[in-house]
């Protein structure tokens, strides 16, 4: 992959007629170092955020050795490139083929569940081992999250007691595990989560041996700024201790977008500017899905040599390459009022779930790969004392 000392660097240099990928692995590892030293357990990677083989090394460099992959094909992804490392197959639905290479290919031994049906095809196709560690994926509010996850996977009320007491008969280690929602917003969120989990477990009258309180670590955009993270860490600690239904259970979380968010970012070309609207090379079938379908500002900056004028700020609207009406982006996006055709703005804050989701239709799609050696935007892992994180960084203009 092609390497630049920053974006506009790499636009100076070659001036791309395609949107860039632009990865940053020092960010993503400085994420992961926080996460490793400051979170009291485990910290499993969530491959789905950002699968990009140089941001996985980027974790490991940090300590990370724990994977949430969800489908085969991360599996095989983590497996070959970190043979060592230990893969939770954290997807509740599974296939049976999947479960089966899984388990005898790659020797994935962590498996969630969360019906009772998804406990038996799991029994069944592992040939009832004994060396099942079994996470049953328990339903939590997700009130506090800019993306609500919680209709979709979970089991609640009876049905979880019932799989709970299910699991523990087969499991050689028995976990629980919630999601609070992706770009979740009050760290109290996990607190409240456990509690009920707590009272789930007591009802069941089984032994816990994990807890996973999932991912939903927030990242600062614009207009969106959250709580520093300790106050995440301490809210889970907290209310770890406090779980009265557990013995020497240990502690995991599944962070994915607070790792690798600011480990990438997208140089795109302005194709056509309407007015307060401006036409990108790449939009919301591609690295910018969030922003056209998930309501995220993104920080963007114009990309031009140093020396001019500076120019005012304005708000601006932006519209992807293809000929879909829904590929459009509300924003506000605020860049400098003269912005026009042929210009490079690079959007910041991509580096989860931007590249991961971009796709190929209406024949769009295609992609430069860049590493940057700068830093990103603003860094939450960037605070001026090495062991503090007292502040999210702001939007830089």
């Given at each position: 992959m092609e390497r630049h000392t920053s974006a506009l660097a790499l636009v100076l240099a070659s001036k791309p007629d395609l949107p860039v990928h632009c990865v940053r692995p020092h960010a993503a590892e400085k994420a992961a170092d926080w996460f490793v030293r400051r979170f009291p357990g485990d910290v499993l990677y969530a491959v789905k955020a950002n699968p990009h083989p140089a941001v996985i090394d980027a974790v490991c460099r940090a300590g990370v050795s724990w994977f949430d992959v969800a489908s085969l094909p991360e599996i095989k992804l983590v497996a070959e490139r970190r043979p060592e490392a230990t893969l939770a197959f954290m997807h509740p639905v599974k296939s049976r083929a999947a479960i089966r290479a899984a388990y005898f290919e790659y020797g994935v031994r962590i498996f969630a569940v969360d019906t009772a049906e998804e406990l038996a095809k799991l029994l069944a196709e592992t040939d009832n081992a004994k060396d099942l560690h079994i996470i049953v994926r328990l339903a939590v509010a997700s009130d506090y999250a800019q993306h609500k996850l919680e209709r979709k996977f979970g089991a609640e009320g009876a049905e979880a007691v019932l799989l709970l007491r299910e699991a523990r008969r087969a499991a050689e280690e028995l976990g629980v595990s919630f999601?609070?929602?992706?770009?979740?917003?009050?760290?109290?969120?996990?607190?409240?989560?456990?509690?009920?989990?707590?009272?789930?477990?007591?009802?069941?009258?089984?032994?816990?041996?994990?807890v996973d309180v999932g991912g939903g670590f927030p990242c600062a955009y614009p207009g969106l700024t959250p709580p520093p993270m300790e106050d995440y860490v301490r809210e889970i600690e907290t209310a770890f201790e406090a779980m009265p239904v557990l013995e020497n259970a240990d502690l995991w979380c599944e962070p994915g977008r607070a790792l690798c968010a600011e480990a990438g970012s997208h140089v795109v070309r302005v194709e056509l500017r309407k007015r307060d609207a401006l036409y990108l090379n790449d939009g919301g079938y591609g690295a910018l899905f969030d922003a056209a379908h998930g309501g995220l500002v993104f920080p963007a900056r114009l990309l031009r040599e140093a020396g001019g004028p500076r120019r005012p700020l304005a708000p601006f609207r932006l519209y992807g390459p293809t000929c879909d009406s829904i590929d459009a982006m509300a924003g506000p996006f605020m860049l400098p009022a003269d912005v026009s055709e042929g210009d490079y703005i690079e959007i910041g804050q991509t580096g989860a779930y931007g590249a991961a989701l971009a796709g190929g239709f209406n024949g769009f799609g295609v992609y430069r790969e860049a590493v940057l050696e700068d830093a990103p935007f603003a860094s939450a892992y960037a605070a001026p004392q090495a062991d503090s994180l007292s502040a999210y960084g702001q939007h830089i203009d």
């Open positions: 999601h609070v929602g992706s770009q979740c917003m009050r760290p109290d969120a996990w607190r409240l989560a456990m509690t009920a989990v707590g009272s789930t477990i007591r009802k069941a009258g089984v032994t816990v041996d994990i």
